[in-house]
């Protein structure tokens, strides 16, 4: 009886386990890292692989939700911005401790801070947080409370913290004492990355099962796409991050379940002409380059509908400006993008004095408009495009010349000797607020693509989107922010000192055994929500 | 019997040759639309009635690329080819023929240029060039520095050739005949390069072919929207599933019978000249 | 030697060789080959012989080796000719046939092209004339000289039919004097004993001179009137062939005299005497 007893109480553990083993907390998600982490210390991260393990591992006070764009607490359970956009105060949750086992409290997020903020660990991450000159100031509260306060008003500040992951304070692990779901287990440079699931991860979910439900990933370190591709066709690999749209089409030919367009994504493709007043072009062709009307006609004589439909085989959305309708709270809703129509750019053009020849468009001066288009080489999607829009601008008797160059040469012409007439590339995303995109708009960042480093505003509408750029980065109201932005949205547009030409979908792939997941179009796209991805 | 077989070969060859050449400089008749023509609603389509070779990403007839392409590589490679085989008979067969401090300073040159930092140099050509050039302009150009670059490797073999041709007996015999040093290099010495050239020669098209393409990403090469051989092949990169899309394959196949052609009928001349 | 007279001396050469700074590979050699007499030259392999062949025609590197000496042809010392002059003098006055055929001829040439350098080094006729020089140059060393013939190249014939041709070519302009280094060493007994043949009767019909160099006494004693024995550089001895033969002085011709098989010798001597 007893025996019989013990017996099956022995079977229903084992089946227990056997369940248990075989929903959750086991087996491997892969996917390949572009090139090799630069490192593991979360403060110094600056290329997408350290990025991506800063992710997996670590901590953040709050999270910004990657399909609602909201922000979500996790170590900090509430917080508090003040007024004046310099103080934040954070109530953090208790009994928490890192990968190492060592408790978590106030004090490891005043020290991370204090780490963010050092001048002399030039942390990539604190420089969203050094708007102003002057010390941070960390007051630990108790131990699950603390207030932190910078020297001048930070935008967006609770969303900055989405990026810092937070170290501890006394670890001798340092920075591999972890407070993330994944922890890493083993690097072998040059090959591959292999995390494991951190029993100490504090989150669980609604059944109050420990997250995350697999117990490790394996990253390789996988420059080359096309292996990329060939190793999740062999179920070698379970995500693709971003997927070209060449491959999607034909990996959705075989099995569309597999691939997931999210929309368009933060990412934009865009082309600019030199306003350099010290450029050694012409005169003349300055003149056309500094003229608004000019700008405004070729965008107009630029059909991004078949840029999208062709080039990117429909995985892509004619772009309005500098932001993606897929940020969804800062997008100018109101705005449209440009319409195709040659006709009228015409007659714009000959409005201002330019005339067609035997196909040829000429100034008033007689001078054929000629120009070149420099991109970089090696990028098939930008050749192309440069190749369409050259036989578009044909249609006014726009003659273009496409110029591939590599990256250095082409960066030294946009950036030191300004010899180059127009330049087509693409600006990549990652956060959605606006002062993300400071350094491009005032004229006086070495960024201002197509006029950098200006003394004083060289136009009235330069002006303006300096003085609305500083109104929205000293407000801490996000309504009278964006009143300001969008804003700024307006004046890009009617102006075209950037000519947006298409929004690039988020594509993905996910292998069937995943599940949970939902890509999107916010990076990381498809393993945004690892800890609640299980395997089949 | 033997020969007859070879001679069919060679001369089925040089129809292959001729035909290509002739094709594709008829390009304008057999393709009047022209190379650059996008029907942006039929891209990267598979082969049909209208488009025999399908259309490329952009929706370019295939078919007129590639004629147009091979007018334009197979017109310049074998030019530049024949310049760098020219160059390198000139200062390698030379050199070693006169010897001692000629064949040393030959050499020397040809170390430096094979040490040079080309990669650089090249960017400093881009950099010279004005942007606004003419896609012609700028393929001619670069076949141009293929030639004027590509002779290294044989100038150096040549070098060796010549130096053992000027101590052979024949030389020898040649000079005691009373026979000039210009002539004996010219008929004596030269013909007996000939090997080393032509090798250089025919290995020179298609790595000049390439090398055009491959110079696309320092912005020289042919630019859009001319096609040349090596900008076809170059849409070959990365593609994913080359058996599901065979006649992308077709310029790679192309390159392959003109190379093996161009070959076929070196071999003869080089038969004929031994 | 010096008894003859001027005229009956083609050439008459007081050479010293050295080749870097190394001892001299021709020490005071001294050579006079008279008008129509086949001179021999017979040293052992490495005593210098092709030096002085190369000497006479002016052929060795300057920079690589110092000549001293007088070398008098037809009334000039060639070693004071300049290379133009020294040009016009090689093949025309004095030929050179050299030791193995096959690799004195240029493999990537035809033989008619080959004839027609060595023709055209000299003479600046009409295409006609060139045929008729080479068509007859053939008919001296036995060779047919039909186009299929002539379109040959070196490779197309046999070791003899080379040697012929080369001999065809070095007589092509009629030269005072020919050079055969070892022209007979490299080819089988019964093609040497034709080569040499041809070599007796052309002296005899044309009357050039040949300095017949080799290392083998016993080969060549049958064609030669005269013969010197080269020995570390210096000539031993030197005399009509049979008189050297029947009575060698210097105790390297003795030597060379004892390599000789017995049974060859009494022939060697009898053919030398009757010559
Ligand atoms: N170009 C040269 N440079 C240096 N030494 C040489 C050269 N040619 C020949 N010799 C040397 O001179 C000597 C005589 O050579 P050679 O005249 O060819 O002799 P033979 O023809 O009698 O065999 C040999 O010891 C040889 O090594
Ligand atoms: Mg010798």
């Known amino acids: ?536 | 019997m033997r020969i007859g077989r070879a001679t069919t070969w060679r001369g089925a060859a040089c129809a292959v040759l001729l035909l290509v050449a002739g094709v594709s400089l008829a390009a304008n008749w057999i393709a009047p639309e022209g190379y650059a023509k996008q029907y942006r609603e039929a891209a990267d389509a598979p082969p049909s009635h209208a488009h025999w070779l399908g259309t490329d990403e952009i929706g370019r007839d295939r078919f007129a690329r590639v004629l147009y392409g091979t007018r334009i590589s197979l017109l310049l490679a074998p030019a530049a080819a024949l310049l760098s085989t020219l160059m390198a008979a000139l200062i390698g067969g030379l050199s070693g023929y006169l010897g001692g401090a000629w064949s040393r300073a030959a050499m020397a040159v040809t170390d430096l240029f094979l040490s040079l930092p080309w990669l650089f140099l090249l960017i400093t050509v881009r950099a010279v060039l004005p942007l606004n050039v003419s896609p012609l302009f700028s393929v001619l150009v670069t076949f141009l520095i293929l030639g004027l670059l590509g002779w290294t490797s044989a100038a150096r073999v040549l070098c060796a050739t010549s130096a053992t041709l000027r101590d052979s007996d024949f030389v020898r015999q040649a000079r005691a005949s009373g026979i000039g040093a210009v002539r004996l290099f010219w008929m004596h010495v030269l013909p007996n390069l000939k090997p080393v050239l032509y090798a250089q020669f025919w290995i020179s098209i298609p790595a000049f072919i390439l090398s055009e393409a491959n110079l696309g990403i320092l912005g020289l090469g042919v630019a859009e929207p001319m096609p040349s051989w090596g900008s076809l092949l170059k849409e070959l990169e990365g593609l994913v599933s080359v058996g599901e899309e065979p006649w992308k394959l077709v310029p790679l196949i192309l390159l392959a019978i003109v190379v093996t052609s161009f070959q076929f009928v070196l071999a003869r001349q080089e038969e004929a000249a031994a | 030697m010096h008894s003859a007279k001027p005229t009956d001396v083609l050439l008459s050469a007081r050479v010293s060789v050295r080749y870097g700074e190394k001892p001299p590979v021709l020490h005071d050699v001294e050579v006079s080959i008279r008008r129509g007499e086949v001179f021999g030259l017979i040293g052992q392999s490495g005593s210098g012989k092709s030096t002085l062949a190369m000497t006479i025609l002016g052929l060795l590197d300057r920079k690589k080796s110092q000549v001293e000496g007088t070398i008098q042809f037809e009334g000039s010392n060639l070693l004071q000719l300049r290379e133009r002059e020294l040009r016009e003098l090689r093949g025309c006055k004095i030929a050179l046939v050299l030791q193995s055929p096959l690799s004195s001829l240029n493999p990537a040439l035809k033989i008619r092209t080959q004839l027609k350098e060595a023709w055209r080094a000299h003479a600046s006729g009409s295409a006609s004339d060139c045929d008729a020089a080479i068509r007859a140059a053939m008919e001296s060393v036995s060779l047919p000289a039909s186009d299929e013939f002539l379109k040959k190249h070196p490779s197309q014939m046999s070791v003899g039919q080379a040697q012929r041709v080369l001999i065809a070519m070095a007589t092509l302009h009629r030269p005072a004097l020919l050079l055969a280094d070892e022209a007979t060493s490299a080819l089988d007994v019964i093609t040497q004993a034709e080569i040499l043949t041809l070599f007796r009767q052309l002296n005899r019909t044309t009357g050039m001179s040949i300095l017949y160099i080799s290392h083998d006494l016993a080969s060549v004693a049958g064609i030669c009137d005269r013969i010197a024995i080269l020995h570390q550089g210096t000539i031993v001895e030197v005399g009509p062939t049979g008189e050297v033969m029947a009575n060698p002085r210097h105790e390297y011709t003795q030597k060379l005299m004892a390599a000789i098989p017995q049974i060859m010798r009494p022939i060697a001597t009898a053919t030398a005497a009757s010559l």
């Open chain 1, 1 to 536: 009886m007893c025996t019989q007893h013990r017996k099956s109480f022995l079977i229903s553990i084992a089946a227990c386990f056997i369940l248990a083993g075989s929903a959750f907390g086991q087996g491997e998600l892969r996917f390949c890292l572009r090139s090799e982490p630069k490192t593991f210390e979360p403060l110094k991260v600056e290329d997408e692989a350290s990025a991506t393990i800063r992710y997996l591992t670590g901590g953040v006070l709050v999270r910004m939700n990657r399909q609602t764009q909201a922000l979500e607490p996790e170590l900090a359970q509430s917080w508090k911005v003040s007024k004046d956009g310099k103080q934040i105060i954070f109530k953090l949750r208790s009994g928490i401790s890192f990968s190492d086992g060592t408790p978590f409290s106030a004090e490891d997020v005043a020290y991370t801070v204090q780490q963010l903020m050092d001048p002399a660990l030039h942390s990539p991450t604190g420089d969203a947080f050094r708007s102003g000159p002057g010390n941070v100031e960390t007051k630990i509260i108790s131990p699950t409370q603390i207030s932190i306060t910078f020297p001048a008003p930070v935008a967006g500040l609770d969303h900055q913290f989405d990026q810092v992951a937070i170290m501890s304070a006394h670890s001798p692990k340092k920075e591999m004492a972890v407070l993330g779901p994944f922890m890493v287990d083993d690097y072998k440079p040059g090959a591959s990355l292999l995390l494991k699931r951190n029993p100490n991860y504090w989150k669980t979910d609604e059944q109050g099962r420990h997250l995350p439900y697999i117990d490790s990933i394996r990253l390789d370190i996988q420059p080359n796409r096309d292996v990329e591709m060939l190793r999740f066709k062999r179920n070698e690999l379970d995500l693709i991050n971003t997927l070209d749209s060449e491959y999607f089409d034909k990996l959705g030919a075989i099995s569309p379940q597999l691939v997931h367009d999210a929309g368009p994504s933060l990412d934009s493709e865009q082309m600019w002409f030199n306003e350099v007043a010290k450029s050694p072009l012409p005169a003349y062709k300055k003149a056309w380059f500094r003229s608004e009307a000019f700008r405004r006609a070729i965008s107009e004589a630029i059909n991004r509908e078949d840029l999208s439909r062709v080039v990117f085989r429909g995985h892509a959305q004619p772009a309005v400006g500098p932001v993606s309708p897929a940020n969804k709270f800062w997008f100018n809703a109101k705005l449209k993008p440009e319409s195709y129509s040659p006709d009228t750019a015409l007659k714009a053009l000959q409005a201002e004095g330019f005339r067609m020849e035997n196909g040829t468009l000429k100034d008033k001066d007689g001078n054929a408009v000629v120009f070149s288009i420099i991109t970089n080489s090696g990028n098939k999607y930008r050749e192309r495009m440069a190749t369409m829009i050259q036989d578009d601008l044909q249609k006014i008797g726009v003659h273009v010349n496409v110029v591939t160059l590599d990256f250095p040469s082409l960066i030294e012409r946009m950036t030191q000797s300004f010899d180059y007439e127009a330049i087509l590339l693409g600006l990549t995303n990652v956060g959605l607020d606006p002062n993300e995109q400071m350094n491009v708009w005032l004229s006086s960042s070495d960024n201002h693509q197509w006029n950098p480093s200006e003394k004083a505003p060289e136009t009235a509408w330069e002006a303006e989107i300096d003085k609305l750029m500083r109104e929205q980065a000293s407000s801490a109201d996000p309504k009278k922010r964006k009143e300001a932005f969008d804003r700024v949205q307006e004046i890009v547009f009617e102006e075209a000192p950037f000519i947006y030409l298409v929004n690039r979908n988020a594509l993905s792939a996910v292998a069937a055994n995943v599940q949970g997941a939902s890509p999107v179009i916010l990076v990381p796209q498809t393993y945004w929500n690892v800890e609640r991805i299980s395997l089949k």
